[in-house]
């Protein structure tokens, strides 16, 4: 029973973190039809954000080597700042990589490329800022908080149940937001005919922009998140998560954001779920299982199936 | 066993000439000079200035920069031509193939033994030498004629830290393993490790293979605290393993852990923080060692890093920079003999007069040259930061002196130090 809880936790934590991260993938999907392959680095950085909004020094390599900024917030409000100024950059791309080529009514093929363009401009520009090496949110910085708390036996981190308590909280927002407001229907309704919402009076740019800032968002906060629990692992660190957010983003559906929560726990679950003689090859598992699942329902778990328009 | 410093000849001030004017004649004339007027070979390097390793990498910048300004500028003079490597294999091949482009008279790195295993064959089909300044895994000096090592193998100094975890806990007896399995080192590292565990006489209760690129630990660690263990071994770079280190004492776990050489590494404080301390580490260098060139080196670092420590990876590089600047020296000497007449040799010798350090070996052709310095590099006896170092033929590194170092955080858990076990520094054969 205890080793379960354990299993349970340690898996809904890192999956609610793919969660996030595939609801991101999934609000720009589903307006525009394509995977946001920038979407790492924008997770990537929150993380950074997040951790200079705490009074972070950039360390020795980098041009802005040893400066940090002059205040300190604490990191509750570190968080939510990292997530707006993730969204202002998600924005920015969408004007710079996104819009212009959507308003050329380019293939979105081509969107792609300039996403993943982006994505690697900004990962190098990081490094070109504040260099290739690792930082960590100061161990102390949930003082008021234990390190760690007993849940019916099993030990769990409270940073792991933090994440998991953010990231559902956020994700339940969303769902009401997405299901419950005038704008969230809007999105959908975009997402459903870009061109019959624009008919019916919908600003389809206007809420192309609020799937970016929203995606954005949750990349940033994901990226704080991750990077109070382990370290900010350079530049670099967003790319594994947006290699499992794909995953996510498929095995859920695509364009389903109900799929994409859902892919998030099972992914996360599943590497929870791999004995400790193959822990190495957690990824191999994860991946494996959803190829699998995938040959058995293409469309993903929540996903619709593509009719063919005649 | 040549001596580390043979005494110089003397020259006359004709065979200076002649030896200046046969190098026109010749058409070796060096690329660029340095202040003294000497010919400027130039020294390559690759390490891990990116990626998963690059918390060694910047140890290592350290150590070569802080060589190249003690001794590049001697004749004679090496200009250091220093690359990124990345942490994975395809930069560092990319890195390598730059710089064997240049004319380089050798090269030191790269930072992974992963990588040597790619890259190595590459510079020695080239007639390249390479040395290794931090590639701990077995079976690197074996790659080829041309690739040597300073970085003491994991056979030599894994089990020392297991050895002093023993001694501080004498009842210890549940051992786990934590081991990258993606990485070279490590999982050769954990072989000794594993081994060394078993020979205590310890009961190794489970063994857990991660990734050089994992940071969440959660399952794996939720895993091994259920065997219950004593001891935990960790054989891993320093970003995966300072992330494991901090998430193993926030899950709970209070025992000894020790951890391999791909975590010697003071990178490691931010990472882990506070929990870094206790940490037992293995090491193959001492910045408290008395002698007169490690006395120098400390003081270099020092005045650079306001007062800390030097780590192990930084004298290592420092070591191989002045290795091959010294087999350089003693190739040089030996050139200037060789390419003069015994007639002018005598007279030089009456006359008391110094040749013009470096000439000799900018009139070589470079892969003559190489080769020169890879055989005379693998001769010598080296009085380094180390300690005296030498070679095998094969080119594994034959060191004295090895310790354990136990990491001291201070109370912010910002900073530290490696603080070296007093009792027993282990000498092994």
């Known amino acids: ?310 | 066993m040549p001596p580390t410093r043979p005494p110089s000849l003397p020259f006359p001030a004709l065979a200076v000439g002649l030896a200046g004017a046969c190098g026109v004649l010749l058409g070796c004339q060096a690329s660029n000079r340095a202040p003294s007027g000497s010919p400027t070979l130039t020294l390559g390097a690759v390490v891990a200035l990116t990626g998963n390793a690059s918390l060694i990498g910047q140890d290592q910048r350290v150590g070569l920069e802080l060589a190249a300004s003690e001794f590049g500028g001697r004749a004679p003079a090496l200009t250091l031509r220093l690359e990124d490597g990345g942490s994975d294999e395809q930069t560092a091949t990319s890195a390598f193939r730059r710089l064997l482009q240049q004319p380089v008279v050798a090269l030191i790195g790269p930072s992974l033994s992963q990588q040597a295993f790619a890259v190595d064959p590459i510079a020695d089909r080239a007639g390249v030498p390479v040395l290794g300044a931090s590639n701990t895994a077995m079976g690197v000096p074996e790659i080829g004629p041309f690739v040597s090592r300073i970085s003491a193998p994991v056979s030599k100094v894994a089990p020392l830290s297991i050895q002093a975890a023993k001694r501080l806990n004498p009842k210890l007896e549940r051992v786990a393993v934590f081991f990258a399995q993606d990485d070279a080192y490590s999982t050769s590292e954990t072989k000794i490790f594993q081994k060394s565990i078993q020979g205590l006489g310890l009961k190794l209760v489970t063994v857990q293979r991660t990734s050089t690129a994992d940071i969440d630990f959660h399952k794996p660690i939720a895993d091994t605290l259920q065997t219950r263990p004593d001891l935990i071994v960790i054989s891993a770079l320093p970003n995966d393993g300072g992330n494991l280190v901090r998430q193993l004492r926030e899950m709970g776990y209070t025992g000894l852990i020790a951890a391999g050489n791909g975590m010697n590494s003071p990178n490691i404080y931010s990472v882990c923080q506070r929990y870094c301390d206790g940490l037992l580490i293995a090491q193959a260098y001492s910045p408290e060692a008395q002698t007169a060139v490690n006395r120098r080196f400390v003081q270099l670092y020092q005045k650079r890093h306001q007062g800390t420590s030097p780590p192990q990876f930084t004298a290592q590089a420092y070591a191989a920079l002045q290795v091959i600047h010294e087999a350089l020296t003693r190739l040089d000497r030996q050139e200037s003999l060789r390419q003069l007449s015994p007639n002018l040799v005598s007279k030089a010798q009456k006359l008391q007069i110094q040749p013009p350090k470096g000439q000799a070996l900018a009139r070589m052709p470079l892969p003559d040259l190489r080769r020169a310095l890879n055989t005379v590099l693998l001769q010598g006896t080296y009085d380094t930061p180390l300690g005296e170092i030498r070679f095998t033929p094969e080119g594994e590194v034959i060191q004295k002196d090895f310790y354990v170092a136990r990491v001291k955080m201070d109370a912010a858990g910002k900073t530290g130090r490696f603080a070296l076990l007093p009792n027993p520094s282990p000498t092994l054969p």
Not at chain 1, 10 to 39: C, E, P, Q
Not at chain 1, 68 to 96: C, D, K
């Open chain 1, 1 to 310: 029973m205890e080793g379960l809880l354990q299993l349970l936790f340690n898996g809904l934590s890192v999956g609610a973190v793919y969660a996030l991260f595939a609801l991101g993938y999934t609000l720009v999907f589903s307006v525009l039809g394509v995977i946001n392959f920038a979407h790492g680095a924008i997770f990537t950085l929150g993380a950074y954000f997040t951790y200079f909004l705490i009074g972070g020094t950039v360390g020795a390599n980098g041009l802005m080597a040893g400066q940090q900024l002059p205040f300190s917030l604490p990191f509750w409000l570190a968080l939510p700042l990292a997530g707006v100024g993730a969204a202002a950059v998600a924005l920015g791309l969408e004007r710079i990589a996104f819009r212009p080529l959507r308003e050329r009514g380019s293939d979105p093929l081509l969107a792609l490329i300039t996403s993943l363009g982006a994505g690697v401009i900004l990962v190098n520009l990081i490094q070109l800022l504040v260099g290739a090496e690792s930082y960590s949110i100061p161990v102390g910085t949930l003082e008021a908080l234990p390190v760690a708390i007993s849940i019916a036996g099993a030990k769990v981190r409270t940073v792991q149940v933090l994440l998991l308590a953010i990231a559902g909280l956020l994700l339940v927002a969303l769902s009401i937001w997405i299901d419950g407001s005038r704008s969230g229907k809007a999105l959908q309704a975009v997402s459903e005919d870009p061109v019959t919402a624009q008919l019916l009076g919908i600003n389809s740019g206007r809420m192309i922009q609020i799937a970016f800032g929203i995606s954005g968002f949750l990349a940033g906060v994901a990226g704080g998140l991750v990077g109070l629990s382990v370290s900010i692992a350079g530049p670099y660190f967003g790319i594994g998560y947006g290699l499992k957010g794909l995953g996510v983003l498929v095995l859920g559906g695509l364009g389903s954001v109900p799929g994409a929560v859902l892919g998030g726990l099972i992914i996360g679950l599943a590497e929870a779920c791999v004995p400790a003689d193959l822990s190495g090859y957690k990824d191999a598992v994860a991946f494996g299982f959803l190829f699998l699942m995938l040959l058995i329902r293409p469309q993903g778990l929540l996903g619709r199936p593509l009719a063919e328009k005649v």
